[in-house]
C-alpha cells in the first residue's frame, strides 16, 4: 500500500514525471453526454420495484411545542399506506457525524419553523402531498426568537471551524495608529440553491440498508446516517454517482433520507422522498447572517499594524456549526496586533451550516471593501495598500507559507483588466444613463488536505479501473481522476474508467470545502506511483528511471507494451493520502484577484456588471476547463451574493419568506458578463502529493468585494448591508 | 397536489361547458396553475386543458388593429413582425417577462390571469385575504418591499405580476371572451381589472366559465413607444416598477400620451391624470414632473416599499425625457 503522510515531496511525484500531456488539459467532462442525454439518473430518478412515495410532515410554527396531531383523515386519504409520527428517530432537520442527536431529535418540542415530525407514505408522491395537507397539528406556541439581535452576543467565541485570533495588544496598536478605519457590515442569510432538491430512495435488503441520495459524501454520510437510526455504519450503503449541485447543502445528510429509510423498513417497500424547494429551505441549512466589525490601523505610509475582524452570527440551539467568518482574514494580510473572532447569538431559525465558501464568502464582502475604503483614505491604490500589506510569512505565528502567487494575481489581473486605465475619483465617468465604475478585491480560500483512499487496477489489457467512494457534485471529479490516472500510467484518456459516488469503494472524504479534487487525485496518484513501481520491477529498472507513454514503459532503451509487462495479470494499488506534520507546519491556501466593471444606472439605481477578469493561484491545474469553470461558477456566485441574494426570515413567525427560484434572487446568464479567467500555475510541493490546491469556493471569495467596490467607484455610494439592491442606493443618486 | 379530473376541450364552446361546472379551472400554458396547484393554492377539482383550441392565430383586423389568439404563445407573440412593427412596447413588455422556457409556454390569456407574486400568498401557514378571503394580511406590516403603492385596500396590497398586460394597458386592448351561454363578451382592459377593496380574492370580472378567447389591439397609436422595467436582477424578476408609454409629439406639444405602470398596483395601472398633466404641454421636465405628481398624488408606501414612490417618479421622467428627446 502507498501509505503516505502529505505532504512531503521528498523526491519527485509520478506526476512530475509523467510525460502523457493528458494532466491539465481542458478536457470535456466525461459525464457531460449523460447529464445532457438524460441518461444520468439522479437519486430521485432510480427505478424500484413496488416504490412507495413519501412526504414529509413539517410544523407550521416557529416556537413551542406540538399538543396533538390528528393523522385520522391522512391515513385513510386515497393512495395512503402509512402516517409515520412520534417515531423518535425521525429528525427535525438534516443529520451529520459532528452533531449531537439530541440536536435533532427533538419529538415534539418546536425549535423552528418548518421543522420534520412525520413523514405520509403513499402509492405516488401527489397523493402523499395531499394527504400531508389533511394531518391536524395543535400547537402550544411559544414566543420564539426570530429576529435576533446580532448587535447583542451571548456565546464568546465558541470553538468552530476556525478558532478565534488574538495576537498582540490589539487596542494599544489600534488606537496610538496614523490611520485607523472602523465599520460595521451585515451580511445576509443564503441558502446554497443546489437544483436538484435533496432527495433519496430507500430499500433494505434483510438488515443492509441501500439509500440513492443526493449527497456531496458517500462512505462519509454512513456514520451519520448510522447515528440517526442506531445502527451499524457496516450496514449502510450510500449511492450517488450524480449529484446536481451540492454548495454546501448536502455535506449533511438530508432529513429526507432517514425519513424514507425509516418508512422503508416500516412498509416493506422501497420508499422515495424528494424535498420540496420550500422544504429545503428549513430542512436543509443554510449561510447564517452575519454582523461583522472591521477595524484596520496602519501607520502613515499604510502598513497595517491592526487588523480586527469580529463578528457575530446566528444559530439554532445545539447546533455546532460557526459561520468562520475571519477565515480567510486570518492570514491575508499583515500586521503584528491581530483581533479575530465570532461570537454567537442563538435563535429559533432553521440550522446555519457550510454553504459556498463558509467564510469567506461573507468574509471577504466586508474586509475587502474596508480595505478599499483604507486605501482611498491613505491616498493609495488599492492594489499598492495591498502590496505593502503583504506578508511573508503568516502573520499570526510566523509559520511559511506553501505556495503564494497573490502579488502575481494582483499584477496580472491589472494587466489583463486594464487597471491603469482607471480613473480612482468616484462618480466620474458615465455613458448616458449609466455610472460606470471599476473595483478590485482580493481572493483567498483556505487549502485544506483529507485523508482520502484511491484503489486503481491495471487490466491485463492496459486499461485502468480508479475506485473511490468520491462524488462528482458537477465539478469534473470523473474527468480529473482519469487525468490522473491516464497521465501517471501513460494511457491514453479512454483507457481509464472513474468509479465513483459509492459508499462500498475505498473512503475519501467526499467533496466539500474545496478538498475534495486534490485529496483523492493524491489518493490516486500514490496509487499510481505503487503500479509504477511494480512494473518498473518487471522491467528490471528504478521507478524514476522508466518513463510509461501511450501504454509502454519506456526504460533502458526498450519499449515495452504494458499488455506484455502485465502478463495476463491485473495489477493493484490502494493509495491513501492523509494530512500529515507537515499539513500542520505551513499554511496552504488559494489566492487570486478579482476586477468588476460595473454600470449603475443613474436613473433607477440598478447595478449591471459588465465585466470582470480573476486570475488565481491554484497550484496545479488538474483540468483548465474544469477548473475554470468552477471558479466562473463561483465568480457568479459572488455576483449573487453582493447583488441579489437575501433568504428573508419572518421576525413575526420564524419562517422562510422567499423559500423559493421566484424570490430568492440568484443571478442568472443575464446578469453574468463576460468574465477573463487565468491561472498563474505553481505546483504546490508543500500542499500534497498532486500539487493541487482548492479551487471550487475560491471564485466566489471577494468576487462580491470586486463588484461593491466598483459600484463605489461609479456612484461614490458605500452600502455596508448586503445585498446592495437598488432601494438603497436611489436616495443617494444624482439629481435626474 | 389534491387529485383532479383531466379533459381536453376541441372547441371553445367544449371549453365553456366544461369550465361552468364548480371548482374547474381551465388550463393552457400552465405556467403559473400547476405551481399554485402543487402548492394547494389554486385546488382544482376539474382541469379543461384549452391548449389545443385552435385560437393560436395572430390576425389583421379590418380597422387597421389586430386580432390574437388567446392560446398564441407569449414568445410567438413577442417575435410577430406585426407587433414589433406597430406595437413595439407590447413585444419588449413580452420579452421583459419570465424566462425564454415559460415565455414559449405561456399564452396570451393566461398571462392576463397571473396570481401576484406577493410572499405570503404562497405561503399556505399564514392568513391571506386573497388566498382565504377574511383571514388576514400578513404583508402590511411584514416584507413588502415588492408591495404595491397604488389602489390597495386594507384587505391586500398585492401587486399584479404581468409585464404584457401592462402593455396592452397602454394600448386600450379589448378583451374578447366567450359564456357558458354561449354569448360572446367584448370587455375593455379598462373594466377587466378589479380593485381588491374587501373581495381581493376576485381579481377580474370574468365570470364562472368564461373564457378568453381573443384579444384586440386597436390600430397603432401616433407616438413613440417604450417599455421600461425595474427589477432586482437582469433577467427572471418581476417589476419593481415598470412603464410602458406612448407619447407622440406635435408642433413643441404633447399631443398623445398613454402611460400604465407595473409593480405598482393591484392591476396594471393606468393614470389618466397623469396623461392630462402632458397634454398640451411642452415635452419639458415640468410636465414630466407634473405627471408623476399625478400619479403618484394618492401612492402610499408600506414600509419596505416606500422606495417605489421615487423610484416611479425617476423612471418616469426618464422614460418621458427618452421618448420626447427628438421632438423637444
Redesign the interface.
Given at each position: 500500500m502507498a501509505d503516505q503522510e502529505l505532504p512531503t515531496r521528498e523526491r519527485i511525484s509520478v506526476l512530475d514525471r509523467a510525460v502523457q500531456r493528458v494532466l491539465g488539459q481542458p478536457i470535456d467532462r466525461t459525464d457531460g453526454p449523460a447529464k445532457v442525454t438524460g441518461d444520468a439518473r439522479y437519486a430521485f430518478e432510480m427505478a424500484a420495484k413496488d416504490a412507495l412515495y413519501g412526504h414529509i410532515l413539517t410544523v407550521q410554527i416557529g416556537a413551542g411545542t406540538i399538543r396533538s396531531i390528528d393523522a385520522t383523515a391522512a391515513r385513510t386519504a386515497p393512495g395512503v399506506v402509512a402516517v409515520l409520527i412520534d417515531d423518535d428517530r425521525l429528525p427535525a432537520d438534516a443529520v451529520n457525524s459532528f452533531d449531537k442527536p439530541k440536536s435533532w431529535r427533538l419529538g415534539r418540542e418546536i425549535e423552528f419553523f418548518g421543522q420534520g415530525f412525520g413523514v405520509v407514505v403513499a402509492t405516488s408522491a401527489e397523493a402523499a402531498r395531499a394527504a400531508a395537507a389533511l394531518v391536524k397539528v395543535d400547537y402550544a406556541p411559544r414566543t420564539g426568537r426570530f429576529d435576533p439581535d446580532l448587535s447583542k452576543p451571548e456565546e464568546h467565541e465558541p470553538e468552530g471551524l476556525r478558532p478565534a485570533v488574538h495576537t498582540g495588544d490589539f487596542d494599544a496598536a489600534f488606537d496610538g495608529a496614523a490611520y485607523r478605519y472602523d465599520a460595521v457590515f451585515t451580511t445576509p442569510i443564503h441558502f446554497p440553491a443546489a437544483m436538484e432538491p435533496q432527495a433519496t430512495l430507500a430499500r433494505w435488503e434483510d438488515d443492509r440498508l441501500i439509500l440513492h441520495s443526493s449527497l456531496q459524501s458517500t462512505g462519509g454520510a454512513t456514520k451519520a446516517i448510522a447515528r440517526a437510526l442506531d445502527i451499524k455504519a457496516d450496514r449502510i450503503r450510500v449511492i450517488a454517482p450524480f449529484v446536481g449541485g451540492g454548495f454546501g447543502g448536502k455535506t449533511s445528510v438530508g432529513a429526507e433520507a432517514i425519513y424514507a429509510a425509516i418508512a422503508a423498513k416500516e412498509t416493506g417497500h422501497p420508499v422515495k422522498i424528494v424535498q420540496t424547494r420550500r422544504q429545503t429551505a428549513h430542512l436543509a441549512h443554510h449561510r447564517a447572517p452575519t454582523r461583522q466589525r472591521v477595524r484596520i490601523a496602519t501607520d502613515a505610509e499604510g502598513h497595517i499594524r491592526a487588523f480586527g475582524h469580529n463578528s457575530v452570527i446566528a444559530q439554532r440551539h445545539d447546533r455546532w456549526f460557526i459561520e468562520p467568518v475571519h477565515i480567510g482574514t486570518t492570514h491575508l494580510y499583515a500586521g503584528a496586533a491581530r483581533s479575530m473572532g465570532v461570537d454567537v447569538v442563538r435563535a429559533n431559525h432553521p440550522t446555519s451550516g457550510a454553504v459556498r465558501s463558509p467564510g469567506e464568502a461573507c468574509g471577504t464582502l466586508a474586509i475587502e471593501v474596508a480595505m478599499d475604503e483604507a486605501a482611498e483614505a491613505l491616498g493609495l491604490d488599492p492594489i499598492e495598500f495591498r502590496r505593502r500589506n503583504e506578508p511573508g510569512a503568516s502573520p499570526v505565528d510566523g509559520k511559511p507559507f506553501g505556495t503564494r502567487k497573490l502579488v502575481e494575481c494582483y499584477d496580472e489581473g491589472a494587466r489583463r483588466f486594464g487597471w491603469d486605465r482607471r480613473n480612482p475619483v468616484p462618480a466620474s465617468v458615465r455613458e448616458g444613463d449609466w455610472l460606470i465604475g471599476t473595483g478590485m478585491a482580493a481572493a483567498i480560500r483556505s487549502n485544506i488536505t483529507v485523508e482520502a483512499r484511491a484503489n486503481i487496477t491495471l487490466h491485463p489489457d492496459g486499461s485502468a479501473l480508479v475506485e473511490t467512494d468520491m462524488t462528482d457534485i458537477g465539478t469534473g471529479t470523473y474527468t480529473i481522476l482519469m487525468q490522473v490516472v491516464a497521465e501517471a500510467l501513460g494511457l491514453s484518456p479512454d483507457k481509464v474508467r472513474v468509479a465513483i459516488g459509492d459508499s462500498t469503494l475505498p473512503r475519501s472524504a467526499g467533496s466539500g470545502g474545496s478538498f475534495g479534487a486534490s485529496s483523492s487525485s493524491s489518493a490516486a496518484a500514490l496509487a499510481c506511483q505503487d503500479i509504477a513501481r511494480t512494473l518498473a520491477a518487471r522491467m528490471g529498472v528504478d521507478a524514476g528511471d522508466m518513463t510509461l507513454q501511450e501504454g509502454h514503459a519506456i526504460a533502458a532503451n526498450r519499449r515495452v507494451p504494458l499488455t506484455e509487462l502485465l502478463a495476463g495479470e491485473a495489477v493493484r494499488a490502494d493509495g491513501h493520502a492523509k494530512p500529515g506534520d507537515h499539513t500542520n507546519a505551513h499554511v496552504s491556501a488559494s489566492y487570486g484577484a478579482h476586477f468588476a466593471e460595473v454600470a449603475v444606472s443613474a436613473t433607477t439605481g440598478e447595478v449591471r456588471v459588465r465585466r470582470m477578469t480573476g486570475v488565481f493561484d491554484i497550484g496545479r491545474v488538474l483540468n483548465e476547463k474544469t477548473a475554470r469553470s468552477q471558479i466562473l461558477g463561483g465568480m457568479i456566485w459572488g455576483i449573487g451574493s453582493v447583488l441579489h441574494e437575501d433568504g428573508m426570515i419572518d421576525a413575526r413567525t420564524g419562517q422562510f419568506t422567499n423559500p423559493d427560484f421566484g424570490e430568492y434572487h440568484i443571478a442568472t446568464h443575464a446578469d453574468s458578463p463576460p468574465i477573463d479567467i487565468h491561472f498563474i500555475e505553481a505546483v504546490d510541493d508543500l500542499a500534497n502529493e498532486a500539487g493541487a490546491k482548492g479551487v471550487g469556493e475560491l471564485g466566489n471569495s471577494g468576487a462580491g468585494a470586486a463588484v461593491a467596490n466598483a459600484i463605489y467607484n461609479a456612484t461614490g455610494i458605500r452600502i455596508h448591508d448586503y445585498p446592495i439592491t437598488l432601494d438603497k442606493l436611489i436616495d443617494a443618486l444624482p439629481e435626474d | 397536489?389534491?387529485?383532479f379530473d383531466y379533459s381536453r376541450a376541441d372547441t371553445p364552446q367544449d371549453a365553456v361547458k366544461g369550465g361552468a361546472v364548480g371548482n374547474t379551472r381551465f388550463i393552457a400554458g400552465g405556467t403559473n396553475l400547476l405551481d399554485l396547484m402543487?402548492?394547494?393554492i389554486e385546488t382544482p377539482e376539474r382541469i379543461v386543458d384549452i391548449s389545443r383550441l385552435a385560437l393560436n392565430e395572430v390576425e389583421a383586423m379590418d380597422d387597421g388593429g389586430l386580432r390574437i389568439g388567446a392560446m398564441v404563445p407569449n414568445a410567438d407573440l413577442a417575435a410577430h413582425p406585426q407587433v414589433i412593427k406597430a406595437y413595439p412596447v407590447l413585444s419588449r413588455a413580452l420579452l421583459a417577462g419570465a424566462?425564454g422556457q415559460l415565455r414559449n409556454k405561456a399564452s396570451t390569456g393566461g398571462n392576463f390571469l397571473q396570481r401576484t407574486?406577493c410572499?405570503?400568498f404562497?405561503?399556505?401557514?399564514?392568513p391571506c385575504n386573497k388566498r382565504e378571503p377574511g383571514s388576514g394580511c400578513?404583508a402590511k406590516?411584514?416584507?413588502n418591499?415588492?408591495h404595491a403603492i397604488l389602489g390597495t385596500s386594507d384587505a391586500c396590497i398585492a401587486t399584479h405580476p404581468s409585464d404584457m398586460a401592462v402593455a396592452m394597458r397602454a394600448l386600450d386592448t379589448t378583451l374578447v371572451t366567450l359564456k357558458p351561454d354561449g354569448d360572446r363578451r367584448r370587455i375593455s382592459i379598462h373594466e377587466f381589472y378589479r380593485l381588491p377593496g374587501d373581495t381581493p380574492h376576485i381579481e377580474t370580472v370574468l365570470e364562472e366559465g368564461e373564457l378568453i378567447t381573443h384579444v384586440e389591439l386597436p390600430p397603432a397609436p401616433a407616438g413613440k413607444q417604450a417599455y421600461r422595467k425595474?427589477?432586482?436582477?437582469?433577467?427572471?424578476?418581476f417589476a419593481?416598477?415598470s412603464v410602458a408609454a406612448i407619447v407622440a409629439v406635435d408642433d413643441g406639444k404633447i399631443a398623445n400620451a398613454s402611460l400604465a405602470f407595473g409593480g405598482l398596483g393591484p392591476m396594471p395601472w393606468r393614470s389618466e391624470a397623469a396623461e392630462a398633466a402632458l397634454i398640451g404641454k411642452a415635452p419639458e421636465r415640468e410636465a414630466f414632473e407634473a405627471a408623476a405628481d399625478a400619479l403618484l398624488a394618492d401612492a402610499k408606501g408600506f414600509g419596505?416599499n416606500d422606495?417605489k414612490i421615487?423610484?416611479t417618479r425617476?423612471?418616469l421622467?426618464?422614460v418621458l425625457r427618452d421618448l420626447t428627446e427628438d421632438a423637444a
Open positions: - | 397536489m389534491k387529485t402543487k402548492l394547494q424566462s407574486r410572499y405570503y404562497y405561503d399556505t401557514a399564514v400578513p406590516e411584514g416584507f418591499r415588492i425595474v427589477r432586482d436582477r437582469a433577467s427572471y424578476a419593481l416598477v419596505s422606495f421615487p423610484l425617476r423612471t421622467i426618464a
